[in-house]
């Protein structure tokens, strides 16, 4: 699979819209992008990671309380730091800001839990296209996921509820990608679809249920909407 760029992308989505920005822009440093106003009370602010964007999706109504899904941390590399530091959100997830180059970060790793290490490895490299580093290790650009077998069974994740619930990979073609991934036995999460003149994407799931977005970004790709 062809990559609009060489990082994927993180989404969570939150009730704590000002103790949310509070941490991602003073504690944790994050450059703010741009609001998008999603419809149905959902607005996305988009924050600066290495390349990557964290997407904190603020809901307008209470979101319902949900098992986490199996998107489990965060690691974002930052110059300067001698050692890990560890930190978590207002709504509990994991953060940690790392040395570059601590287990291969440069840009942003992302950890999750996976019931079937073989299996979701075989997705990821088969299915995604994304590179096999090492032992639970797989690369899609300069992201790393970290793939740690679970303690206990990950339930398969509501999308819409708080905490990290999907990961974006930037691709040139939504719908030959979505079907790609179909066709190597990926699960069907949303159709195709598009949101006005900005993107073509879709969502697919994981062995495990978690979701991702396959985003056709008309800027990255530099063509227009179909």
Same mark, same amino acid.
């Given at each position: 699979m062809r990559l609009a760029k060489p990082h994927l992308d993180i989404g969570l989505f939150t009730n704590a819209r000002d103790a949310q920005l509070s941490f991602w822009q003073e504690t944790i440093g994050l450059e703010f992008d741009h609001l998008g106003k999603l419809g149905g009370g959902v607005h996305q602010h988009r924050h600066h990671v290495n390349g990557s964007i964290l997407k904190v999706n603020h809901v307008r109504d209470p979101l319902a309380e949900s098992p986490r899904s199996g998107v489990v941390g965060l690691r974002i590399a930052r110059q300067g730091l001698s050692g890990v530091e560890r930190f978590e959100d207002p709504d509990g997830n994991a953060v940690a800001l790392v040395p570059p180059g601590e287990d291969g970060v440069v840009g942003i790793g992302i950890d999750l839990d996976v019931?079937?290490?073989?299996?979701?490895?075989?997705?990821?490299?088969?299915?995604?296209?994304?590179?096999?580093?090492?032992?639970?290790?797989?690369?899609?650009?300069?992201?790393?996921?970290?793939?740690?077998? @679970?303690?206990?069974?990950?339930?398969?994740?509501?999308?819409? @509820?708080?905490?990290?619930?999907?990961?974006?990979?930037?691709?040139?073609d939504c719908d030959q990608a979505h079907a790609h991934i179909l066709a190597r036995g990926g699960e069907e999460g949303r159709a195709p679809g598009t949101i006005g003149t900005t993107t073509r994407y879709s969502f697919v799931r994981d062995p495990d249920g978690n979701w991702i977005e396959v985003s056709h970004r008309f800027e990255l790709t530099g063509d227009e909407p179909r």
């Open positions: 019931n079937d290490l073989d299996a979701s490895t075989r997705f990821y490299t088969y299915a995604m296209g994304y590179e096999h580093v090492g032992p639970g290790v797989v690369r899609a650009g300069d992201t790393r996921l970290f793939l740690h077998p @679970a303690s206990k069974p990950v339930p398969r994740p509501e999308y819409r @509820a708080p905490g990290f619930r999907y990961t974006t990979v930037q691709i040139f």
